[in-house]
């Protein structure tokens, strides 16, 4: 799907229509319970509404209706440590919300990869962070997608993928990965809704650690790290 401000597009799923021509903007949900009409629309795409048209087209791979709030991004890039040399890679940054947050923290534009699937929110993101590597590609394939793009070992890798839509052994396979491409003492990131930890690391030689619930991000998250015991 593609939905910017400059082209039409139309998009239906299950009972609803969202779609945008020249002159006009229109919601429909069928029945018809709803037949919204704006006329010469001016409507810029925020964050949200590309978030939102996101999840509707592909509710299992987007994983959340909204970007991630400011505290719960700041608190993924603070688990960063910028003196741990090589890249940073971040899986599933979809509009950048942690993506801005790395670069706040200190991580310079060209040590940063990011892998995204969309190829919507890919291009925003080549457009709203140059110098920055975007890779469009599958994240739980993390280390065939970076090949040539990036060596280990890595300094960290930051993810806001939606484990919770995925089987368990895929996120295993996934944390293993990036275990074997990160530094010693790398942290691999994750933010959960949930109330355990993401990634089921029981009986294996895996330091975990579970931060503090940030209460003001709807809904409200936990930040976990893992590194190699
Ligand atoms: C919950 S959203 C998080 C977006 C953003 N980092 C934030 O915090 O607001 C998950 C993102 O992961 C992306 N994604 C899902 N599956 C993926 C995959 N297999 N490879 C790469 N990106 C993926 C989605 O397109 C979406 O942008």
Redesign the pocket.
Known sequence: MSANREKPFRFEKADITVSRTKDEFRVQLRGPVIDFKLKKPDIKLDDDTRFIL?WLNSPL????VS??GKDL?RAMAEAVDLAIPGDVVE?????G??TEALLAHGVAPERLVL????PD?CKLLRERFPGVRVVEG???RMSKTLAGVTAGPLCAVVS???LMTRPDPDCIALLDDALAMLSRNGPFVQFTYGPTSPVPVKGRTIRARGGKRIWKNLPPARVWTYRAG
């Open positions: 996101s791979k987007t994983g959340a970007p991630s991004a899986l599933g940054p979809g509009t919300p942690v892998i995204e699937y969309n929110f599958d994240a739980y806001s993928l939606p």
